[in-house]
T-cell receptor, first 115, second 114 residues
Framework: AQSVAQPEDQVNVAEGNPLTVKCTYS??????LFWYVQYPNRGLQFLLK??????LVKGSYGFEAEFNKSQTSFHLKKPSALVSDSALYFC?????????????FGKGTKLSVKP | KAGVTQTPRYLIKTRGQQVTLSCSPI?????VSWYQQTPGQGLQFLFE???????NKGNFPGRFSGRQFSNSRSEMNVSTLELGDSALYLC?????????????FGPGTRLTVT
């Protein structure tokens, strides 16, 4: 079965410091990986995706993610965190045994950026 | 373009009742997916519709159903509500970009079952 795991429930970072939100995946085949962010009382916003090609993917709001096939990881990164980045972050993989609109999400990681 | 809209935003129902939630996708998007979000189970896929046909279904009981209309608007219905159905229900519309789909989510409908 395909799955994603986000090993940290919460990540705390000081404003201006780099941040990393971790994600590992388990799929049979080439993964289609996504990161979404959710602000309180809001739906999910698309940040970036990896389908194929360069292992470093750049997305919205200065975020990027590094695909590592040998470690089956897709960690989200940002060089300098902002207080406004505080939110819930979800890693997701497309269910290759399902349809295009079927994503499997991790449990989410709460990012807290302190001034 | 307007984003994905969901109505109502908040709903309170009693056990045993049924409920219908509505989703209007982004103009031009033909695929609509529904997800249930709860603190315990996280985000779980309910079903996906494309051109009025259910393309895929998650592991939910038959009390959960949906449909899609010719204008791509979608509804989901939950019958015989249970306390455990209290959740945020998210709708997402999809568009194909560079050989894959990107999903755009609505703000959700917060359902509380008492």
């Amino acid at each position: 079965a395909q799955s994603v795991a986000q090993p940290e429930d919460q990540v705390n970072v000081a404003e201006g410091n780099p941040l990393t939100v971790k994600c590992t995946y388990s799929v049979s085949g080439n993964p289609y990986l996504f990161w979404y962010v959710q602000y309180p009382n809001r739906g999910l916003q698309f940040l970036l995706k990896y389908i194929t090609g360069d292992n470093l993917v750049k997305g919205s709001y200065g975020f990027e993610a590094e695909f590592n096939k040998s470690q089956t990881s897709f960690h989200l990164k940002k060089p300098s965190a902002l207080v406004s980045d505080s939110a819930l972050y979800f890693c997701a993989v497309r269910d290759l045994q399902g349809s295009q609109g079927n994503l499997i999400f991790g449990k989410g990681t709460k990012l807290s950026v302190k001034p | 373009k307007a984003g994905v809209t969901q109505t109502p935003r908040y709903l309170i129902k009693t056990r045993g009742q049924q409920v219908t939630l509505s989703c209007s996708p982004i103009s031009g998007h033909r695929s609509v997916s529904w997800y249930q979000q709860t603190p315990g189970q996280g985000l779980q896929f309910l079903f996906e519709y494309f051109s009025e046909t259910q393309r895929n279904k998650g592991n939910f009981p038959g009390r959960f159903s949906g449909r899609q209309f010719s204008n791509s608007r979608s509804e989901m219905n939950v019958s015989t509500l249970e306390l455990g159905d209290s959740a945020l229900y998210l709708c997402a519309s999809s568009v194909q970009v560079s050989s894959s789909y990107e999903q755009y989510f609505g703000p959700g409908t917060r359902l509380t079952v008492t």
